[in-house]
């Protein structure tokens, strides 16, 4: 009622933010914590990933042995051994030597880079082929797995194999190979090929490029380091921070618990959705959008339906919203006519005192911001409340929510580690846009695409009043036009948030 508005700048009510709390924490499973607030640091357990690994399929080598090669001067190393994926190398590599490796391997030891598989050309296998035809193979597969082979290969071409491929797989083959090729083959297919490649990774290869130290290799601590501080308290989590609790083996959380936002509508014209629109009434839009904001900035809304221009009805709302929800949003009311009661019955509430009573802003002057310490919430937590009254105009609502309500809201969630907050896009201006100096002003304007030869983005301003859904409805996003400035020209290269 008859209040003045008692105008601060938007500085000056952002710096309020610090003099609310924030919510009580809760543990959450890893699946489950998306967008959710990290409550506390994360320190690495252990090096990540915790043993020298190959990025590439090839062979694992001291780098200095290959220092010189090319196409024309290959350097020539043996094949001492392969790497079992998912096992521990039980070979070293010295200098002249290579291992087999797959990507993702470990690297023997003595190995410190990787040279790709198709620089290398192989060029001898280890067999014996004597005179009398007998061929003696000895591979080691992996660490489990012995492969032996004995192969009698004389003028009746009579081939038996004995072969354990793993612990749980016995392999044996009895073949004979005739003229007739009586093949006879108890095995899985793909283990003809394990041993193809075992053997294949026997013998010397050429090499036709050289590598650098670590090169090819992600070092045994190159993701971080044990002890490490790898996530910090306040963080938003996103898919990545997923991967790197599983990746360090934590599979909970402790993350803030969500907010809830009341909402409530005010005005003997404002009627719900499920109601005949009577002459004189409107729909009850601004719970709605309220709402999904809401929901947009993570927090959970709680609607408290429409309550008429009636100070004791506004009052226990008001009081009942206070006590159930974390913070609330009251639009409409908020001005200074005979019928806008909000900054009385928040003044008259227990604990509450008024903070701001107007913001030199446009649209949105007329918002009203109380700290509320009644007391516990429905979880036990001790808070300072943000109370809200909002403007009613539809688009001065939302605005208000996005430019004011939303650091409070982040805030309230215990986001202190997030640079996308304040993403804008740059786009040229299509039209000269003026303000009034000593106020910041919220222009909605279109993005649309330049054509021919220009990739560049237009922002088109949506002109209109703030009681037009249809002005947000067409935007794509707000420009603002700071306080001390008169106005942006057209052409001019503007940041414009996105809506
Ligand atoms: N003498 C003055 N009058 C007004 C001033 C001023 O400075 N001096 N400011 C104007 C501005 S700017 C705004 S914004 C409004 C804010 O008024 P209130 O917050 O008190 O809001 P109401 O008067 O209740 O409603 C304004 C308008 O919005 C419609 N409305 C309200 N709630 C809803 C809803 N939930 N859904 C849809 N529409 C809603 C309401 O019907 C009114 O049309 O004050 C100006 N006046
Ligand atoms: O502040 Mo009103 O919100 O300009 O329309």
């Not at 039980?90 to 620089?119: C, N, Q, R, W, Y």
């Not at 003997?268 to 900035?297: C, F, M, Q, W, Y």
């Not at 221009?309 to 609330?328: G, S």
């Not at 222009?443 to 209109?464: Q, S, W």
């Amino acid at each position: 009622m008859s209040h003045f508005f008692k105008v601060k700048s938007l500085e000056q009510v952002i710096s309020l933010v610090s003099e609310f709390s924030v919510v009580g924490t809760e543990i959450v499973s890893v699946s489950e914590a998306l967008s959710r607030v990290l409550a506390v640091d994360i320190c690495a357990a252990h090096d990540l990933p915790g043993f020298r690994r190959s990025t590439m399929d090839g062979y694992a080598v001291c780098s200095a042995s290959t220092f010189g090669a090319s196409e024309s001067t290959p350097a020539w190393l043996d094949v001492v051994g392969a790497v079992a994926m998912g096992g521990v190398p039980d070979f070293s590599v010295g200098p002249g030597e290579a291992g087999k490796i797959a990507t993702g391997g470990m690297l023997p030891p003595g190995a410190d880079s990787v040279v790709m598989v198709e620089h290398t050309e192989l060029v001898e296998h280890i067999s014996m082929v004597d005179d009398t035809g007998v061929v003696d193979y000895t591979s080691i597969v992996d660490d489990t797995a012995v492969v032996d082979h004995t192969s009698i290969v004389d003028g009746t071409a009579v081939v038996d194999h004995t072969s354990i491929v793993d612990d749980t797989a016995m392999v044996d083959h009895t073949s004979i190979v005739d003229d007739t090729a009586v093949v006879d083959h108890k095995k899985k297919p793909d283990h003809r090929e394990n041993v193809q490649d075992s053997l294949a990774g026997r013998g010397s290869i050429e090499v036709y490029k050289s590598v650098a130290p670590l090169q090819n290799v992600i070092e045994k601590d190159e993701d971080f380091k044990k002890g490490e501080v790898v996530l910090h308290k306040g963080t938003v989590l996103r898919s990545q921070e997923a991967g790197l609790a599983a990746a360090l083996g934590i599979f909970q959380l402790e993350v803030y618990r969500l907010p809830k936002v009341g909402i409530i509508s005010t005005g003997d014209e404002i009627v719900p959705l499920s109601s005949p629109l009577t002459p004189g009434k409107v729909r009850d839009v601004n719970s709605h959008t309220l709402a999904s904001l809401v929901k947009e900035a993570g927090a959970v809304p709680v609607m408290f339906g429409i309550v008429r221009d009636n100070q004791n009805e506004l009052f226990d709302i008001c009081k009942r919203a206070i006590e159930q929800t974390d913070m609330v949003l009251i639009s409409g009311g908020s001005s200074v006519g005979s019928r806008d009661f909000t900054v009385d019955v928040l003044s008259s509430l227990d604990a509450t005192e008024i903070m701001v009573h107007g913001i030199s802003i446009s649209p949105g002057k007329p918002t009203i911001l109380a700290g509320s310490r009644s007391g516990e919430n429905i979880s036990g937590e001790n808070h300072v409340k943000a109370v809200w009254g909002l403007p009613g105009h539809v688009v001065s609502a939302m605005v208000v929510f996005r430019v004011v309500v939303l650091p409070f809201l982040r805030n309230l969630r215990g986001i202190t580690n997030c640079v996308f907050s304040g993403i804008k896009i740059p786009a040229k201006l299509t039209r000269n846009v003026a303000s009034a100096q000593g106020r910041t002003d919220y222009i909605r304007v279109k993005l649309v695409r330049e054509d021919g030869n220009n990739p560049g983005i237009l922002a088109v301003p949506i002109l209109g009043k703030s009681g037009l859904i249809r002005t947000m409805v067409m935007a794509d996003g707000l420009l603002e036009v700071p306080e001390n400035v008169e106005g942006i020209e057209k052409g001019d290269i503007v940041m414009v948030t996105p809506v």
